[in-house]
């Protein structure tokens, strides 16, 4: 008996050690997993418990101003008040619009909008924008009826202003919403009407003026409600940019030549190569893209066969007419021909099978180099041409800037055409015919030229032969536009400085003598004589059958059949400062209107923009005050050749 309950209890004390010590196994091995996760995996637990508990909220950056030589805003950002919706925190996103529209005006196209950005971000918790540019009344109505707006919040936000308009819209373009292939290419992309640079300088320096984006590091509960901002790292503004333009100038400018139909104008500093104007017209109003240009007035722009959003300043390509004899007449020079050289003109020439007209139909008579520039004989240059051959005058054009692309950081620069029988060869399998080089020495037939080319090519001949190149900022050393300006150096062209002179006498022929083609156009400022060059650009030539029923001035035929009217000139003559060149297409007047037209410029450029230049240089002009701590770039010019 005594030995079945010693068994009994042997057995019960063996089975109470193995169970104390399963307990002794797991509570060693729940205190080891405990110590696991606590000590040893602390930090990747607190980090994913973080994730749930903090939101990181990208800080859109301030974009950097533009603005003119003077300090004058060109494109700024004004505070800007938006309605968002957050999709998760509104299950019925129709029914909420539709309250919403009770209180404010919609865009048309608002669901599509949505459907799109849900589409491209695939995150229902990031907002979307609903309406901008809300007043502050429109503002309070949302506020107050809140709670009948789930998921709806405002947000003060910037919004890009384009003060010049019209007047300075080509050159600097404007901003718009981000593009669905953009969308990956940088997160802030993703936030609610963020903007980038869609055309001219906007686009080409969307980088610099774009800035970078800060973060916001919020604390949230359960249900996502923002309790409170734990950190934050400021977003960097984009970087002020001073632009060489001024705004003044292009203003007068735009106003002057809108009462044409198509026509563009230029200036330029002869010495720094910095563009004080670039108007082109018609054009259009840059704002209406900043604050979402709605689809009509978009179909309009892009419909209209003016072409407004078209820069005709640098793509639009015309056959420079009459001012190509600049390049012509240098090359005649360098290479040997005597400027004294004389050549009976009686208005035409017989070459081969063909007549080749002059534009004065009874002819020059007896004229020599200065003559033939100063009353544009086209049979001079004929006869010139002829000696020369294509290849020479390519050779000589293109020390000009005509025929290549202008470093200029604008989209679609165009670099224009001058021929050469390779060319010709590559382009239409074709031998070059000596009568085509008779059409090119007078700039008709393949020739080609942009208004900036022809503002470059005369800022070359007025400062003397150096290379001068075009630039859109100012060439000072400092950020402060009062700072003395920079003379970037130029090399020589390479043109001796008696061919120079030749050339520089007989544009001031043009003007300021009885016979020269512009000499209505002269100015009456001592001081500020101005020489030039007319051309024609022409359309279509006219038909002998034509010229026999007298058809002979553009007044004679419909306007798109017209030839177009172009001036390029310099002034003061005596002290080279400026360039301008100014073409009017389809002009009734002729060029001699293109040259009142820029007689005009240069007396508004010496009452209003030069004396402002001369004391810029004198340290007293002010800056305008920073916005947000932006930075300021000066860019400066460079000089190589084009």
Same mark, same amino acid.
């Given at each position: 008996?005594?030995?079945?309950?010693?068994?009994?209890?042997?057995?019960?004390?063996?089975?109470?050690?193995?169970?104390?010590?399963?307990?002794?196994?797991?509570?060693?091995?729940?205190?080891?997993?405990?110590?696991?996760?606590?000590?040893?995996?602390?930090?990747?637990?607190?980090?994913?418990?973080?994730?749930?508990?903090?939101?990181?909220?990208?800080?859109?950056?301030?974009?950097?101003?533009?603005?003119?030589?003077?300090?004058?805003?060109?494109?700024?950002?004004?505070?800007?008040?938006?309605?968002?919706?957050? +999709?998760?925190?509104?299950?019925?996103?129709?029914?909420?619009?539709?309250?919403?529209?009770?209180?404010?005006?919609?865009?048309?196209?608002?669901?599509?909008?949505?459907?799109?950005?849900?589409?491209?971000?695939?995150?229902?918790?990031?907002?979307?924008?609903?309406?901008?540019?809300?007043?502050?009344?429109?503002?309070?109505?949302?506020?107050?009826?809140?709670?009948?707006?789930?998921?709806?919040?405002?947000?003060?936000?910037?919004?890009?202003?384009?003060?010049?308009?019209?007047?300075?819209?080509?050159?600097?373009?404007?901003?718009?919403?981000?593009?669905?292939?953009?969308?990956?290419?940088?997160?802030?992309?993703?936030?609610?009407?963020?903007?980038?640079?869609?055309?001219?300088?906007?686009?080409?320096?969307?980088?610099?003026?774009?800035?970078?984006?800060?973060?916001?590091?919020?604390?949230?509960?359960?249900?996502?409600?923002?309790?409170?901002?734990?950190?934050?790292?400021?977003?960097?503004?984009?970087?002020?940019?001073?632009?060489?333009?001024?705004?003044?100038?292009?203003?007068?400018?735009?106003? #002057?030549?809108?009462?044409?139909?198509?026509?563009?104008?230029?200036?330029?500093?002869?010495?720094?190569?910095?563009?004080?104007?670039?108007?082109?017209?018609?054009?259009?109003?840059?704002?209406?893209?900043?604050?979402?240009?709605?689809?009509?007035?978009?179909?309009?722009?892009?419909?209209? +066969?003016?072409?407004?959003?078209?820069?005709?300043?640098?793509?639009?390509?015309?056959?420079?007419?009459?001012?190509?004899?600049?390049?012509?007449?240098?090359?005649?020079?360098?290479?040997?021909?005597?400027?004294?050289?004389?050549? &009976?003109?009686?208005?035409?020439?017989?070459?081969?099978?063909?007549?080749?007209?002059?534009?004065?139909?009874?002819?020059?008579?007896?004229?020599?180099?200065?003559?033939?520039?100063?009353?544009?004989?086209?049979?001079?240059?004929?006869?010139?041409?002829?000696?020369?051959?294509?290849?020479?005058?390519?050779?000589?054009?293109?020390?000009?800037?005509?025929?290549?692309?202008?470093?200029?950081?604008?989209?679609? &620069?165009?670099?224009?055409?001058?021929?050469?029988?390779?060319?010709?060869?590559?382009?239409?399998?074709?031998?070059?015919?000596?009568?085509?080089?008779?059409?090119?020495?007078?700039?008709?037939?393949?020739?080609?030229?942009?208004?900036?080319?022809?503002?470059?090519?005369?800022?070359?001949?007025?400062?003397?032969?150096?290379?001068?190149?075009?630039?859109?900022?100012?060439?000072? #050393?400092?950020?402060?536009?009062?700072?003395?300006?920079?003379?970037?150096?130029? +090399?020589?062209?390479?043109?001796?400085?008696?061919?120079?002179?030749?050339?520089?006498?007989?544009?001031?022929?043009?003007?300021?003598? +009885? #016979?020269?083609?512009?000499?209505?156009?002269?100015?009456?400022?001592?001081?500020?004589?101005?020489?030039?060059?007319?051309?024609?650009?022409?359309?279509?030539?006219?038909?002998?059958?034509?010229?026999?029923?007298?058809?002979?001035?553009?007044?004679?035929?419909?306007?798109?059949?017209?030839?177009?009217? &172009?001036?390029?000139?310099?002034?003061?003559?005596?002290?080279?400062?400026?360039?301008?060149?100014?073409?009017?297409?389809?002009?009734?007047?002729?060029?001699?209107?293109?040259?009142?037209?820029?007689?005009?410029?240069?007396?508004?450029?010496?009452?209003?923009?030069?004396?402002?230049?001369?004391?810029?240089?004198?340290?007293?002009?002010?800056?305008?005050?920073?916005?947000?701590?932006?930075?300021?770039?000066?860019?400066?010019?460079?000089?190589?050749?084009?």
């Amino acid at each position: 008996m005594y030995a079945d309950e010693f068994t009994q209890e042997s057995v019960f004390s063996r089975r109470a050690v193995m169970l104390l010590g399963a307990q002794g196994l797991l509570t060693a091995g729940l205190v080891g997993r405990l110590y696991y996760l606590q000590i040893l995996e602390r930090d990747r637990y607190q980090l994913l418990a973080d994730q749930n508990r903090l939101n990181v909220h990208l800080i859109p950056p301030t974009r950097g101003r533009i603005f003119d030589r003077n300090g004058e805003p060109i494109a700024v950002n004004r505070q800007s008040y938006r309605a968002l919706i957050i +999709p998760e925190q509104s299950k019925y996103i129709v029914a909420t619009l539709e309250k919403l529209a009770q209180h404010v005006t919609l865009p048309d196209d608002v669901l599509d909008r949505i459907a799109e950005q849900r589409r491209r971000t695939r995150q229902s918790f990031v907002p979307i924008e609903v309406v901008s540019n809300l007043s502050w009344i429109e503002v309070s109505r949302i506020e107050v009826n809140a709670l009948n707006l789930p998921g709806v919040i405002i947000d003060a936000g910037q919004r890009r202003i384009y003060p010049a308009k019209e007047s300075t819209a080509h050159v600097i373009g404007y901003v718009g919403g981000v593009d669905s292939t953009q969308i990956k290419q940088n997160k802030l992309f993703a936030l609610p009407g963020f903007k980038v640079g869609k055309s001219g300088v906007e686009e080409q320096l969307d980088d610099v003026l774009r800035g970078s984006g800060g973060t916001s590091r919020v604390e949230v509960n359960s249900a996502g409600r923002i309790i409170k901002e734990v950190n934050r790292r400021p977003a960097e503004p984009g970087v002020n940019v001073w632009s060489s333009l001024d705004n003044n100038l292009s203003h007068f400018i735009y106003e #002057k030549l809108k009462r044409h139909r198509r026509a563009s104008a230029v200036v330029m500093n002869v010495h720094s190569g910095e563009v004080l104007a670039m108007v082109s017209v018609p054009s259009y109003d840059p704002n209406q893209f900043a604050s979402g240009i709605d689809e009509a007035t978009w179909k309009k722009l892009t419909t209209d +066969p003016d072409h407004p959003l078209t820069n005709k300043a640098i793509t639009g390509q015309y056959p420079p007419g009459s001012t190509f004899k600049i390049a012509v007449l240098a090359a005649a020079l360098e290479e040997g021909i005597s400027p004294k050289t004389e050549i &009976v003109c009686r208005g035409a020439i017989n070459y081969s099978d063909r007549r080749y007209h002059c534009w004065k139909r009874g002819g020059h008579g007896r004229i020599d180099a200065t003559g033939a520039i100063r009353e544009s004989c086209d049979v001079w240059f004929y006869r010139i041409g002829e000696q020369l051959g294509i290849n020479k005058i390519a050779e000589y054009a293109k020390r000009f800037g005509l025929g290549t692309k202008p470093d200029i950081p604008l989209p679609n &620069v165009k670099p224009g055409l001058i021929p050469t029988k390779d060319w010709k060869r590559a382009n239409y399998d074709e031998i070059w015919y000596n009568g085509e080089t008779l059409i090119s020495a007078i700039g008709q037939g393949y020739c080609l030229a942009t208004p900036l080319q022809l503002a470059m090519m005369t800022a070359r001949i007025a400062s003397d032969g150096m290379a001068i190149k075009p630039s859109l900022f100012r060439s000072n #050393k400092t950020t402060v536009p009062s700072s003395p300006l920079f003379q970037p150096f130029f +090399p020589s062209l390479g043109l001796s400085t008696a061919a120079l002179r030749v050339i520089q006498q007989g544009m001031w022929e043009v003007v300021n003598t +009885p #016979k020269g083609t512009a000499f209505g156009a002269q100015s009456w400022h001592e001081e500020w004589k101005f020489a030039g060059k007319t051309g024609t650009s022409q359309v279509r030539s006219i038909s002998e059958e034509e010229r026999r029923e007298g058809v002979l001035s553009n007044k004679d035929i419909a306007w798109a059949r017209r030839d177009h009217a &172009v001036f390029v000139g310099y002034a003061p003559y005596h002290d080279p400062q400026y360039a301008v060149s100014v073409l009017i297409e389809h002009s009734a007047e002729g060029s001699g209107g293109a040259a009142r037209f820029a007689r005009d410029v240069f007396d508004y450029i010496r009452t209003d923009v030069h004396p402002q230049i001369l004391k810029s240089t004198g340290e007293t002009a002010a800056a305008p005050p920073a916005e947000d701590g932006a930075p300021t770039m000066a860019f400066l010019a460079t000089s190589s050749v084009s």
